[in-house]
């Protein structure tokens, strides 16, 4: 399995789980790195950038971790946004300060990897939340606590 992180599950990961304190699972998250099957896209990196934080340091020094949209993947951007309820993805004080807006890349890199988005964001009825849009479109979606169970992974 591929997994395609949010920015969400990036930031508690980094916040919670010490590096010092969780050697282990660092070493394991480095080798799923390495095989590629964990990655993001370009504009998660946008969004923690300059956050001064261990995560915005990190992330600095892995940008290759951060995948550029294929064609296939700003055309199913395209597709996403056709259902005008998803096209609120997109919130208008975003829009109107120009900040980076990651979620429908991340469905749609999911989307051509055959892969499974990883965010804290839960289903709600009616939003235009990730998990709706994966459900939608029959995208595995899951959080973090998932992803660390889908890889039987215990501390």
């Not at 992330?59 to 056709?82: G, H, W």
């Not at 051509?112 to 595995?140: D, G, M, R």
Request: proline share 4%; charged share 25%.
């Amino acid at each position: 399995m591929i997994y395609i992180f949010d920015s969400g599950s990036l930031i508690n990961l980094f916040k919670h789980f010490y590096l010092d304190r969780f050697p282990s699972l660092w070493e394991k998250f480095d080798l799923l790195i390495a095989d590629g099957r964990i990655v993001s896209v370009k504009e998660v990196f946008r969004e923690i950038a300059g956050r001064g934080d261990r995560l915005s340091i990190w992330s600095t020094s892995n940008r290759d971790f951060f995948k550029s949209p294929a064609n296939e993947e700003l055309e199913f951007v395209q597709e996403i946004f056709k259902v005008t309820h998803f096209q609120s993805l997109v919130r208008k004080k975003e829009q109107y300060l120009g900040k980076p807006v990651a979620d429908p890349f991340i469905i749609a890199k999911a989307k051509q990897l055959v892969a499974c988005v990883i965010t804290e964001e839960l289903e709600q009825p009616n939003a235009s939340k990730i998990p709706n849009v994966c459900n939608h479109f029959k995208i595995a979606c899951s959080n973090l606590e998932g992803f660390m169970e889908k890889e039987n992974w215990i501390f």
